[in-house]
């Protein structure tokens, strides 16, 4: 185990580097000068100067790069050219929240999502089980911030039980909390279901199909018992590798549902960095949620290992 | 009275009256102590049958009539629920494959202990000792530090030795064990066997063997099921069966058996194979293969005969009484 | 009788029938594939017929008839600048459909040539697939926001970011088949014949990983439409005034209590496209390769 652990980790590395320099070259693949979008007329010469100093443009590309390297090493990601604030501090102040959402909405999903699959294909070719196909194939085709409209409209402005946006601190007001997170929670959530419900219910045909699911009725265990003991965590795999797929996602799409419900996460942050050409913050941003994305993916290799001991041989 | 007797046993494939049936007017008793041996090819109903009697038919095969009873009660009265009591106390199987018959990411322990607790109402620590026993009883060396593995650290033997202290483990009153060699090596072939007879001999439950290789049956049987298309053409004693023969199809079967001073000669096979669900002739279902086939064979299913204390025959003419009759013409 | 006889001719000679007769029986026959495909051919008559179909130009103000209520004359009511949201809508779903169109393309030529080339010959493999697996680590939303943000919002840009995103994973899956079937027999039969590595490439073994892209690719449109509405709702879409679902639906998000229709009916439609696309994904799925999993 600890020998498979130790290869993750290696694996992880060439990765990790591909994934920096991709940040970094952000900054390249603009077209243009990538101070112009922050300077107008009345900038002087020394104006841009002291802007292509702070974005380290008056080096040669290979010292920028080492120097990127160096800094992220570090833990410095620079400075937000409109905040004025290190970009580390403005996204871990951030982050919480988009952790916390995005975490929410994972265990909303698997849960809800490995439930109605597992039901769905012990009731094969039933009304139920299309009836629960039919609801998580319309869940993964709706778009999110869409829907994340519709329930403000329904749920804030019509019938006034939660509120439309905005974020409570959970010291401050544990109930107000508990009531900002309930919409954009399940507006992030509901795709990811659909897909994850999807995935179960195949990968559980494919177990129950098999022959040490035979005997284990053959032992009279309870019908409950031998899907849950036998067939789920066979079926795990599949759905472990989805919902790596998917916290991937979520990350992602919790941008968009920070933006829909004005919460002030980190998806907020790039993507106003984005829309105000902060390259500090679009490279610190992104190179954050992709680790993030990546250490969840090795937390998914690991739990494999974890369940099928035949992983570790590999 | 029979540990086991099975009467007018009929299971089909699909719903409605003319769903084509898979095992056909099945009838048979078992006492404990007996060894029973049910062969035939492929497709005659073998497997089906142990699966019918464990209650473990899947959609859309389903036993349409026929009853069931062990130890006095008719286990198919109560429905699935009372069956699924029955299942890993009073009855255990032992499948064909032991690669794929246990879960792959239980550790062995945990599978024969899930059965002493749920279904004997064992604590943790009892049911430990009681495995431990139990794969001991099995032949399993180093049984204690075996309790950990995954099946996949062992070898098919073993694994095969751990699915019958599966099946042991609740002591069941009867054992159903389709071919459970077949996949294994012929030296371990062997060894399984042996087990399965002194267990069976030192615990005296019903053994239901379901293979198709004779030399199995000769070494194991007391009794001996022929099945041929899903219905019963051959019940006798093993040495009935040996020595008279009477169903042509039984008698083809041991033909067949390549022995060591047929020397250099082709290998006796029987012409055709056994017809699929819903294409079965009218009449006598081993008609269209049988060499000794006449007209009147077409017209109905012969009916399962007495031909002596020891031994029943569904053939119109039997081996041994065609032979007398012919030679009296 | 003779119903009987041509039953049996069809169970006799199976062969006469040719393979894509039989494989278009068998599409129409499924359900998934027949409704999504009808869904999908609905707004793909109205995408391309739009000029003629939509009743009003797609950027008419009309002052007066600001924020309507649907009605006879607009179905889907107006926006704040009394513009017709079916006809946007309908517009809009033309600008999805080819930038989703394009994206399909773009995927299909690119994840293709990387996935079979990292595939066929092991030197690339590595070095290929790590760029791949780089790419993946960026959530793909995210990824298409930032291309599409800093290279300027334009309807290229949008395919652009959408492709790039959507390339990883459509390269491994083509990648993934041709190792299966490299190794298989007639693929050695057709290397000891002398055939060149391209012939085999292409003849041979692409050809076996037909049935996973396809589906995939469908999926991919779908995709695609739901990440295009979502960037120009964000805001790096096409610019305005072109008419796009994402736009309509930001341009409703201000007027949500007063006339929701704007942003409902837009939605409802990405909606009905989304489904059938992957309807027909589900379809196609069943037909071609039941093993696939997308």
Not at chain 1, 160 to 170: E, F, I, Q
Request: hydrophobic residues 50%.
């Amino acid at each position: 185990m600890r020998d498979y652990l130790l290869r993750r980790l290696i694996s992880v590395v060439p990765v990790l580097f591909l994934v920096s320099l991709m940040s970094f070259a952000v900054i390249w693949i603009i077209p243009g000068d990538p101070t112009a979008a922050f300077l107008d007329a009345s900038s002087t010469p020394e104006d841009v100067a002291r802007l292509r100093e702070m974005l380290g443009l008056d080096k040669p590309p290979l010292v920028q790069m080492a120097e990127w390297y160096g800094r992220v090493l570090t833990g410095d990601l620079g400075q937000s050219i409109l905040l004025r604030i290190p970009v580390l501090s403005a996204i871990l102040e951030r982050l919480p929240l988009t952790l916390l959402l995005a975490t929410l909405a994972l265990i909303l999903a698997v849960g809800l999502g490995v439930a109605a699959g597992t039901f769905a294909a012990t009731r094969r070719g039933t009304w139920a089980d299309q009836s629960v196909m039919s609801l998580a194939l319309l869940g993964l085709s709706v778009p999110d911030f869409w829907l994340g409209l519709l329930l403000i409209v329904v749920f804030s402005v019509q019938l006034g039980w939660l509120p439309s946006g905005g974020y409570v601190p959970l010291l401050d007001d544990p109930l107000g909390w508990a009531k900002s997170m309930v919409l954009p929670t399940i507006t992030l959530a509901v795709v990811q279901v659909g897909f994850i419900a999807r995935m179960t219910r195949s990968a559980m045909l494919d177990v129950i199909s098999q022959d040490f699911m035979r005997t284990a009725d053959s032992k009279g265990l309870s019908g409950l018992y031998i899907i849950l003991r036998h067939g789920l965590p066979n079926a795990m795999m599949p759905i472990l590798t989805v919902t790596g797929i998917i916290a991937g996602a979520l990350l992602g799409s919790a941008v968009v549902v920070e933006q829909v419900f004005a919460l002030p996460g980190v998806g907020r942050l790039i993507i106003g960095g984005i829309l105000s050409r902060d390259y500090p913050i679009i490279q610190g941003g992104l190179l954050f949620l992709t680790v993030i994305y990546l250490l969840i993916n090795l937390v998914v290799d690991l739990l494999y290992a974890t369940i099928d001991p035949r992983v570790r041989l590999e | 009275m029979s540990m086991l007797k099975v009467e007018n046993l009929t299971t089909v494939v699909g719903s409605g009256v003319s769903a084509p049936s898979v095992l056909e007017d099945v009838s048979f008793t078992l006492d404990a102590g007996e060894v029973l041996c049910v062969v035939g090819e492929s497709g005659s109903g073998k497997s089906m049958l142990a699966l019918t009697i464990m209650g473990l038919l899947g959609f859309p095969v389903r036993r349409a009539s026929g009853r069931i009873i062990l130890d006095g009660d008719d286990i198919t009265a109560g429905g699935a629920s009372a069956w699924r009591q029955r299942r890993g106390r009073d009855l255990s199987m032992i499948f064909q494959e032991p690669m794929t018959s246990l879960n792959p990411i239980m550790r062995v322990g945990e599978q024969i202990g899930e059965v002493l607790r749920m279904r004997k109402g064992m604590g943790a620590d009892t049911a430990r000792r009681r495995a431990i026993e139990l794969l001991e009883r099995v032949e399993i060396p180093a049984a204690s530090s075996r309790l950990a593995a995954f099946p996949h650290e062992l070898s098919g033997g073993m694994r095969q030795r751990v699915m019958i202290a599966v099946a042991l483990a609740a002591e069941p009153k009867l054992l159903i064990a389709d071919e459970p060699t077949t996949a294994l090596d012929v030296t371990i072939q062997a060894q399984i066997l042996d087990l399965l007879r002194d267990i069976q001999a030192e615990s005296g439950m019903a053994l239901m063997l379901i293979t198709h290789d004779l030399g199995v049956v000769a070494e194991m049987a007391h009794k001996v099921m022929v099945l041929y298309a899903g219905r019963v053409a051959e019940m006798a004693d093993v040495e009935t069966v040996f020595d008279a023969p009477s169903h042509p199809y039984t008698q083809a079967l041991l033909a067949s058996i390549p022995s060591l001073d047929s020397g250099g000669d082709r290998l006796v096979t029987i012409p055709g194979s056994v017809p699929g669900v819903g294409l079965m002739p009218k009449g006598c279902r081993f008609a269209p293969r049988c060499p000794h086939v006449k007209d009147d064979c077409r017209s109905g299913p012969p009916p399962l005969a007495m031909l002596g204390p020891a031994q029943r025959v569904a053939c119109l003419r039997p081996f041994g009484y065609v032979r007398r009759e012919e030679g009296r013409v | 009788m003779s119903s009987l006889d041509t039953n049996l001719a069809h169970e006799a000679l199976p062969e006469r029938q040719s393979p894509f007769l039989l494989f278009a029986r068998r599409l129409l026959g499924n359900r998934a594939f027949v409704i999504g495909g009808s869904l999908f051919l609905i707004v793909l008559v109205l995408a391309v017929f739009a000029d003629q179909i939509a009743p009003f130009k797609p950027n008419a103000n009309n002052f007066r008839a600001r924020l309507e209520a649907p009605s006879a004359m607009h179905w889907f009511g107006t926006d704040h600048f009394g513009r017709d949201i079916l006809s946007r809508a309908i517009h809009g779903g033309r600008l999805s459909l080819f930038i989703g169109l394009s994206v399909v393309l773009f995927t299909g030529v690119f994840g293709t040539l990387i996935g079979a080339a990292s595939g066929y010959f092991r030197r690339l493999d590595n070095i290929l697939m790590r760029i791949m697996d780089a790419l993946m680590a960026f959530p793909a939303i995210l990824l298409a926001i930032t291309v599409a943000a800093t290279l300027g919002a334009s309807v290229q840009n949008v395919i652009l970011a959408l492709g790039i995103a959507t390339t990883p994973h459509t390269a491994r899956i083509v990648r993934a088949s041709v190792l299966v079937v490299r190794e298989m027999e007639f693929v050695e039969a057709a290397r000891a014949l002398g055939a060149s590595h391209m012939r085999i490439l292409f003849r041979h073994i692409l050809a076996n990983a037909m049935a996973p892209l396809i589906v995939r690719l469908t999926y991919v449109f779908a995709s695609a439409i739901l990440a295009e509405a979502l960037l120009s709702y964000i805001g790096v879409g096409p610019p305005p005034p072109a008419a796009t679902f994402g736009g309509i639906i930001a341009n409703g998000r201000d007027f949500m209590v007063e006339a929701p229709w704007v942003t409902l009916f837009p939605g409802l439609i990405i909606l009905i496209v989304v489904l059938g696309l992957n309807l027909l994904g589900d379809g196609l799925r069943d037909v071609l390769d039941p093993r696939i999993r997308v």
